[in-house]
Nanobody, 115 residues
Framework: QVRLVESGGGLVQAGGSLRLSCAASGSTLRFSISAMDWYRQAPGKDRELVASISIRSTTNYAESVKGRFTMSRDNGRNTVYLQMNSLKPEDTAVYYC???????WGQGTQVTVSS
């Protein structure tokens, strides 16, 4: 089985930055051939796709975060990252990473942006 563990969340003021990490592990892990996603879910809202990265490191972003968030991957460390700059209060949510190959979710990390 594959396990995903997110970290890096916290409380930050509007305009600040955070870097989320998602570390993958497990006996069936084939990280380098799995596209990965970051999702977020705010209270009372549906989970939404924030960013994606392909096995060739091509990235795509939701319109709401374009120009502010950057997703990257380090296959040597089996880790994906989400660099979040110019944070806004509406970015407040629990952030989850997702492995498409393994259809596995992490437990989530809370990001809170104060105004």
């Amino acid at each position: 089985q594959v396990r995903l563990v997110e970290s890096g969340g916290g409380l930050v003021q509007a305009g600040g930055s955070l870097r989320l990490s998602c570390a993958a592990s497990g006996s069936t892990l084939r990280f380098s051939i799995s596209a990965m996603d970051w999702y977020r879910q705010a209270p009372g809202k549906d989970r939404e796709l924030v960013a994606s990265i392909s096995i060739r490191s091509t990235t795509n972003y939701a319109e709401s975060v374009k120009g502010r968030f950057t997703m990257s991957r380090d296959n040597g460390r089996n880790t994906v990252y989400l660099q979040m700059n110019s944070l806004k209060p509406e970015d407040t949510a629990v952030y989850y990473c997702y492995s498409r190959r393994d259809t596995t979710w992490g437990q989530g990390t809370q990001v809170t942006v104060s105004s």
